[in-house]
């Protein structure tokens, strides 16, 4: 008999060139625009291209072994800095695909971050309390799904 070959956990890596880029935006097409019936209008917005990365935003691709399956993104704003886009394919959630996208987030925030937010799908909210998050204001809706804002704060020397 043959030994089960060991399970792969979730690697993320920060997405640095085009290929990375098309296979995050390939996950957030199928997450999104495909599950969850959003407009491809409202998904892609401003700050995908590469160009704008290191000066606004930073993507972010989780991987299984070879496979990428997940992906999300930061973006510093006025007010601090959100967390956004995340996806992670139906056939990997559960993996620790997702945790693993947050906590390499948390570890890019820029110098001197002291609040970090997000919009989470009303049926996620206890996936971002677990890593810490708090609900704050009232449900809303984006691209037709209910939403919450959440809120991390940061506490640094």
Same mark, same amino acid.
Not at 28 to 35: A, K, S
Not at 36 to 51: I, M
């Given at each position: 008999?043959?030994?089960?070959?060991?399970?792969?956990?979730?690697?993320?890596?920060? &997405?640095?060139?085009?290929?990375?880029?098309?296979?995050?935006?390939?996950?957030?097409?199928?997450?999104?625009?495909?599950?969850?019936?959003?407009?491809?209008?409202?998904?892609?917005?401003?700050?995908?291209?590469?160009?704008?990365?290191?000066?606004?935003?930073?993507?972010?691709?989780?991987?299984?072994g070879e496979k990428a399956v997940g992906t999300a993104r930061l973006r510093k704003t006025e007010t601090g800095v959100k967390l956004e886009r995340f996806a992670v394919l139906l056939e990997a959630r559960k993996s620790g695909a997702g945790r693993a996208l947050i906590r390499?987030?948390?570890?890019?925030?820029?110098?001197?971050?002291?609040?970090?937010?997000?919009?989470?799908?009303?049926?996620?909210?206890?996936?971002?309390?677990?890593?810490?998050?708090?609900?704050?204001?009232?449900?809303?809706?984006?691209?037709?799904?209910?939403?919450?804002?959440?809120?991390?704060? &940061?506490?640094?020397?």
């Open positions: 008999m043959q030994a089960d070959s060991p399970i792969s956990l979730p690697q993320v890596v920060l &997405i640095q060139n085009q290929e990375m880029l098309d296979l995050a935006l390939a996950i957030r097409h199928q997450v999104f625009v495909v599950e969850q019936k959003v407009d491809p209008t409202e998904e892609y917005d401003s700050f995908d291209p590469l160009e704008v990365h290191s000066a606004h935003c930073a993507h972010f691709l989780a991987q299984v390499a987030c948390l570890e890019h925030l820029p110098p001197g971050t002291h609040l970090v937010y997000l919009h989470a799908q009303e049926h996620a909210l206890g996936f971002y309390e677990k890593a810490g998050f708090r609900s704050v204001g009232e449900r809303f809706f984006e691209a037709g799904i209910p939403h919450f804002k959440m809120q991390l704060e &940061i506490e640094r020397d």
